[in-house]
């Protein structure tokens, strides 16, 4: 365990490579949750001016259109976590890691 | 030992209360779905059992010993995803409401990601297990712990009232035994998965939980993806129009208020004379 001072504290928030992190972290974090929203609510909106337009077929097959939007939402959030997933775990420990080998000793 | 038998000893009940009334249920006693829901029972008592064996310190009840590995967390997490109130409410909200129901089943799985992206990160730089944890971390510690407590109970009192009252009802039309008597058998079960097994019984649980509906739900939904898996000719018939139903009840609740209210609330023989105007 590192002994945390205001010093050394100061010393990792001037560090680019740490404001690096914390910036494109953050980036990802609201990115995707605000991509999340939007098609939550995207879907939402849809179903409540659109409704005749969601029961038509998709061309060439059976199922209505607004269930077919309903599953390419659900596998878009699916691939949305596999994405942060994969990000956080290769890059920004990565990142950590390097950041804990220089200020750890 | 005694936990055991008094696992058995509730087990048993159902089936013991359950013989003297059966006999006068309207539509005779479904021996397969008893047989099967006896099965589940017995086999999740087994595994509680089993890992209560195993429970040895404090850590070992709350986080199962950190044993877990993150396939079988995510399991754990799909079996409380997939709960009574998800499998038979959405189903039956799109049933009445069409793509007003879906909003339900996407609203659900939208809100799970958004508390990973927000939340999972400060929680593992903090090694908290709890969001209360990791925001107490930052903020005044007893009001976001009161918050945090309340929040939860409110929503898990709201959660486990639709949990009873689905699984009460199954019980009740399985055994055909009295509905207060079902509802009060699942909540002991429920609380001897918990403090018999501790965290490592409810993960397995749940797994196996996820497993079974996910393989019965891939089943039921495989024929509206166009997979057939009839078995026998007299049993075909029966799916498809199930199908032809669903498809015209989504159908349906897309088109005009009007029409749509007049359905919902009109009688069955209006409504699907109204389905096939329209279809």
Known sequence: ?105 | MIAYLLAALIAACPSAAAAQTIMTGAHGPDWIAIAMFALIVIATLVITYCSAGKTRSKADFYSAGNAITPVQNGLAIAGDFLSAAAFLGISALVYANGFDGLLYALGFLTGWPIVLFLMSERMRNLGSYTFADAAAFRLDRTPIRLVAATGSLVVVLFYLIAQMIGAGKVIELLFGVNYLFAVASVGVLMILYVTVGGMQATTWVQITKAALLLCGGTLLASPYCGISISASPNCSPQPVRFIQKARRFLRLAACSPNRYRRFRWGSRWCSERQVSHTS
């Open chain 1, 1 to 105: 365990m590192l002994s945390v001072t205001p010093d050394r504290t100061r010393q990792v928030l001037a560090d680019p490579e740490f404001g690096e992190l914390a910036l494109s972290r953050a980036r990802l974090r609201w990115g995707l949750s605000i991509v999340t929203l939007i098609l939550f609510f995207g879907f939402f909106a849809l179903i409540s001016t659109a409704k005749g337009a969601l029961g038509a077929n998709v061309a060439g097959s059976d199922m209505p259109l607004g269930l077919a939007l309903a599953l390419t939402v659900i596998v878009l959030v699916v691939l949305l976590t596999g994405f942060y997933v994969q990000r956080s775990n290769s890059r920004f420990d990565e990142l950590a890691r390097g950041l804990n080998r220089r200020f750890g000793q």
